[in-house]
């Protein structure tokens, strides 16, 4: 009776409307103690979607909305029961997600721990696709007292794009350690797929928003130390960030001379096939708005990649880009996005490089509600050489309950082929169905503008879960079944099967055992492998109390060896821990691959060992220390530790202090490729 009353009063109250107050003071500070609170839209409570959906939530949620000149405010006062706020690293949480094109795709989230730490994220094509690399213009303040917590989340209307009148809202409030999550928008996880479409609406009454928004970043950068055979004596060099939003739709971005040295080089990952690895975007300049740079959903086609612009030369030398700027365009049911960068000549032990430009852009049109088709170019243009690129279209549809995803990659330039992907998914009540089929020839070139490296797979899969509970709030199990058909660089046909259950007790430890037999082929040997995989999740979790989480796994498979031209086994094994206590973060990774020869003996043992020391000081202070060593036969390949110090007076401005060293062993001998510093102002400006 409780389910269908709490369906009933939130369906008649899907629209809400947001006051407007021009001259309200508030003082963003984590308290809800201003007067303007009391005339804010309240909404008293949220309904629970886990572990038992459309039940009241075991804990009270009180919101309050309003907007002002400056900006949208959501307060948030979060009661707790019989505890007090766990502010550990994956303690209490509030999501806040806006829709503010209000299309019913695209979505901005706003995450706040009640330990103060905050994240963004932005969701698009109806929650299919979801991007952690991005940084938009907002702040979070949390508060705690004995038996609640107040959270302050501030928008400013410079910080957003999107349109007048209504805008799609969703808030989650998210227990520790994920022990309950209750909506606003609440929905059936165990029969449908979360998606953007379900938002309720709110209607910004009186809304202000500033249509012309200019940001002006200069940045001084003073450099000292060695950077692969190159010495700076206390080197200055400039660099600039222009950003320009036209009405709420529109907006422009320009960077000049960029200098990336405060991203963390990427971890050390055993690589034993023939295929290169895939690392993530972290630069700034291109993180922000890289949706618009990608075909639809979980694409497994980078039509566009844009690490391949300034990208690290085999001596450890990066490509040097002189500048970039990138345009977008969201109106209704139409997107046009474009990027241009620029990269200059660079010369190493090995190479020369000349300068080229990159062109990327794209066009996606929405028909119909669900349903698009997009059209992604990305081409290179290097002084004196042919023009190389890929051509993708993609034609998608994604709702709660189904997903079809249809795409095509053309290499337009060098072997002229087509590489096609079909998948499939659909949920009915609480089972999953999904399939998909893949085609890439044997010689489809990703063009130095893309990554798609798997050449020649052909392959078709199918998979089937179902979702129940046993004893509702004690235990949930999951079983997962697959199959897949594939062959590769006109290998014979092999087939895979997988048993993947899943087993969550009381959503504090989770269980993923992974059962599976695969047979394949390679280099015309035959390989037939099982395996098996258990991954333990969540241990040593208290309530009240700093947390540490702790992840262990293992498992085994069997491969060919591309580097010593053999089929072996490897055994990998892996050991996280996360621990927070207050403004302080820990975070360490051990990795082991153990390889084993044709006669299964152990041929080679590697270890991946990084630690990350954060810690946050007041007056918006924050260091960060990491260290990274790889380990092979008991000799240290490479060491790899830096230092971070920065310092945020006001949002958006920034003093920041960044150390690195870098060295590598190379026949017992040590070679320091980084030994830098490099301090950098960077004082951004508003019109």
């Known amino acids: 009776m409780n389910k269908f009353l709490i369906l009933f009063l939130f369906n008649l109250s899907d629209t809400i409307d947001v006051p407007y107050y021009k001259d309200a003071k508030v003082i963003l500070d984590g308290k809800l103690d201003e007067e303007i609170y009391g005339k804010a839209c309240k909404i008293k409570d949220l309904v629970q979607v886990e572990p038992v959906p459309f039940e009241s939530p075991p804990e009270s949620t009180h919101i309050f909305l309003f907007q002002t000149d400056k900006g949208f405010f959501i307060g948030l006062r979060c009661f707790t029961k019989d505890r007090e706020p766990d502010r550990s690293m994956f303690g209490d949480n509030i999501q806040v997600f806006l829709d503010t094109y209000f299309d019913k795709e695209n979505a901005y989230m706003f995450l706040v721990y009640a330990n103060g730490k905050k994240f963004e994220a932005k969701w698009f094509n109806g929650g299919e696709g979801v991007d952690y690399n991005v940084d938009f213009l907002w702040e979070g303040k949390v508060y705690s007292y004995k038996n609640y917590f107040d959270v302050e989340i501030f928008v400013p209307w410079k910080g957003l794009m999107g349109k007048k009148g209504e805008w799609g809202i969703d808030i989650v409030r998210v227990g520790p350690s994920g022990i309950y999550t209750a909506r606003l928008s609440p929905y059936d996880p165990f029969k449908e797929k979360f998606h953007i479409s379900r938002f309720k609406v709110i209607k910004m009454v009186n809304y202000v928003s500033k249509l012309i928004t200019t940001e002006v970043q200069p940045i001084l950068l003073v450099h000292n130390g060695r950077d692969f055979g190159y010495k700076y004596n206390f080197k200055y060099d400039f660099c600039s960030n222009i950003y320009f939003k036209f009405k709420e739709n529109i907006k422009f971005a320009f960077t000049f001379n960029p200098d990336f040295g405060e991203v963390e080089a990427d971890p050390f990952r055993l690589n034993l096939s023939k295929y290169p690895l895939f690392y993530e975007e972290t630069r700034p300049f291109f993180t922000e708005g890289s949706e618009f740079f990608k075909l639809s959903g979980f694409s497994p086609f980078n039509v566009f990649y844009s690490r391949q612009i300034g990208k690290t030369l085999p001596s450890g030398k990066t490509i040097p880009i002189f500048s970039a700027e990138k345009f977008f365009i969201k109106k209704d049911f139409f997107e046009f996005s474009f990027l241009h960068s620029r990269t200059k000549e660079v010369e190493d032990m090995y190479s020369f490089i000349k300068r080229a430009d990159f062109l990327v852009s794209k066009i996606r049109i929405l028909p119909a509600k669900f349903f698009s088709i997009s059209f992604l170019n990305a081409h290179k243009l290097t002084y004196k050489e042919k023009t190389k690129g890929l051509i993708g279209a993609q034609i998608f549809y994604n709702d709660s309950l189904t997903m079809l995803d249809i795409e095509s990659v053309f290499d337009n330039y060098v072997s002229h082929d087509f590489a096609q992907k079909i998948k499939f998914e659909k949920i009915i009540k609480n089972l999953t169905f999904s399939s998909s089929l893949t085609s890439i020839p044997d010689s489809f070139s990703d063009e130095e503008v893309g990554f798609i490296p798997w050449k020649g797979e052909k392959s078709?899969?199918?998979?089937?879960?179902?979702?129940?509970?046993?004893?509702?709030?004690?235990?949930?199990?999951?079983?997962?079944?697959?199959?897949?058909?594939?062959?590769?660089?006109?290998?014979?046909?092999?087939?895979?099967?997988?048993?993947?259950?899943?087993?969550?007790?009381?959503?504090?430890?989770?269980?993923?055992?992974?059962?599976?037999?695969e047979k394949s082929f390679e280099m015309e040997e035959k390989i037939e492998s099982p395996f098996f995989g258990l991954f333990i999740g969540n241990l040593f979790t208290t309530l009240t109390k700093n947390k540490v989480v702790m992840q262990v796994g293992g498992y085994a498979n069997k491969i060919y060896n591309y580097t010593k031209s053999y089929i072996g086994?490897?055994?990998?094994?892996?050991?996280?821990?996360?621990?927070?206590?207050?403004?302080?973060?820990?975070?360490?990774?051990?990795?082991?691959?153990n390889e084993f020869d044709p006669e299964g003996k152990l041929a080679q043992t590697t270890y991946s060992i990084r630690f990350v020391l954060g810690l946050n000081l007041p007056k918006r202070i924050s260091i960060r220390f990491y260290s990274h060593i790889p380990v092979s036969q008991s000799k240290v390949l490479q060491e790899r530790f830096g230092i971070f110090l920065s310092w945020n007076p006001l949002e958006k401005n920034e003093i920041k202090t960044i150390y690195n060293h870098f060295r590598i062993k190379n026949e017992d001998k040590w070679e320091t490729l980084i030994e830098k510093e490099t301090t950098k102002l960077n004082y951004s400006i508003y019109f």
Request: glycine share 8%.
């Open 460 to 517: 078709f899969s199918i998979g089937l879960g179902y979702n129940f509970f046993v004893n509702k709030k004690i235990l949930y199990f999951t079983p997962l079944f697959d199959f897949g058909y594939s062959k590769e660089l006109g290998e014979p046909y092999g087939f895979s099967f997988s048993f993947n259950p899943s087993l969550t007790f009381n959503n504090l430890i989770s269980l993923l055992p992974l059962f599976g037999y």
């Open 569 to 593: 086994w490897v055994n990998t094994n892996y050991f996280n821990l996360i621990s927070n206590f207050k403004s302080l973060t820990i975070i360490s990774d051990f990795y082991q691959w």
